[in-house]
């Protein structure tokens, strides 16, 4: 076997998912070959390189620095080729996932998402039904793409130095079709699907003077902040900071809930989490069945109280 990645890039570095991505390929394939589309940092090769990646395919083409999801696919379908790669990883993302819908049209190669662990043989699981149910997937044929989810696979830094190929693609304007003339990036220093710790609050915080104590728990953890659907609706919190089914799906490694109840279409953005906290003062609150720990008490006591903990712990 052997694997490309498609390595994202986020202000000029790897997205950690992206190296979880590296470490999966080369825990599938013994080695594996990273391509990375636009302008990255320096010292982005060696991480790449410790996550397990023996070769860097860096494109460098002008026209495809800004994501474009048939010039990018068409692009990775022709590295498959000139290089000889029989499977694709990419991890699961808003370019990831239909960029590598069309490269396994391009190459005809069985397709698995939202894989959240490493294959046996040609089988892979895959998470279904919003993190309720699991599906083992055989993928036939000599050509296979996998998506993996988050935290599907611990990054690895033991990898070694890899060797970087600038690789020139070639492009057909029938690729660009569609222009990105605009985008803005979302506020905060950390964004939630990116996030390895994320801490939301809910209607339980009374009004949005209150949520200080959990942007400054976020901030002593490092974490991104988000909230429950009511939350955004009453314009408390920007919409884009929503968690939940109908909106941003989080895999974090810790997910603590502050105020929120736990509706069912909250826990669908939410069950891939590995760890979640609860903390509500209503211990019958549904969340509480989820979560694997829970504080029982008033969230305007015991958040701030955590915060300082966490504090002088950090020294």
């Excluded at 279904?128 to 050509?143: D, E, M, P, W």
């Excluded at 803005?184 to 209607?203: F, H, Y």
Aim: glycine fraction near 10%; hydrophobic fraction near 45%; include cysteine.
């Amino acid at each position: 076997m052997s694997a490309l990645v498609f390595v994202e890039l986020d202000e000029k570095k790897a997205k950690k998912s992206s190296l979880e991505a590296v470490s999966y390929g080369k825990a599938v394939a013994g080695s594996a070959t990273a391509i990375v589309f636009g302008e990255m940092d320096a010292d982005q090769a060696s991480a790449i390189g410790a996550a397990g990646a023996s070769k860097i395919i860096h494109v460098t083409d002008a026209k495809l620095a800004t994501p474009n999801i048939m010039a990018y696919a068409s692009a990775i379908a022709e590295a498959m080729n000139k290089g000889g790669h029989d499977t694709l990883i990419v991890s699961k993302s808003s370019l990831g996932d239909p960029v590598s819908a069309r490269v396994a049209i391009k190459l005809n190669a069985a397709l698995a998402a939202n894989v959240s662990d490493l294959p046996s043989g040609d089988v892979v699981k895959s998470s279904i039904y919003t993190g309720k149910a699991f599906a083992n997937n055989k993928l036939n044929g000599q050509r296979r793409v996998i998506v993996i989810k988050k935290n599907a696979i611990e990054v690895k830094t033991d990898g070694g130095a890899a060797s970087v190929e600038t690789f020139s693609p070639a492009t057909n304007d029938a690729d660009f079709k569609v222009k990105v003339i605009k985008s803005e990036k979302a506020t905060g220093d950390i964004l939630l699907p990116e996030a390895d710790i994320v801490v939301s609050g809910g209607r339980g915080l009374k009004g949005p003077e209150n949520w200080g104590m959990i942007e400054d728990l976020a901030k002593t953890l490092g974490a991104a902040t988000g909230c429950s659907k009511p939350v955004s609706d009453m314009d408390w919190r920007p919409h884009h900071e929503h968690v939940g089914q109908t909106g941003i799906k989080v895999s974090p490694t810790l997910y603590i809930a502050v105020g929120i109840s736990g509706a069912i279409q909250h826990l669908a953005g939410v069950n891939s989490s590995k760890y979640i906290v609860v903390i509500n003062k209503d211990p019958e609150a549904p969340f509480f069945k989820a979560a694997d720990y829970g504080v029982v008490g008033d969230a305007f006591e015991i958040v701030p109280k955590l915060t300082e903990a966490i504090k002088a712990e950090q020294g």
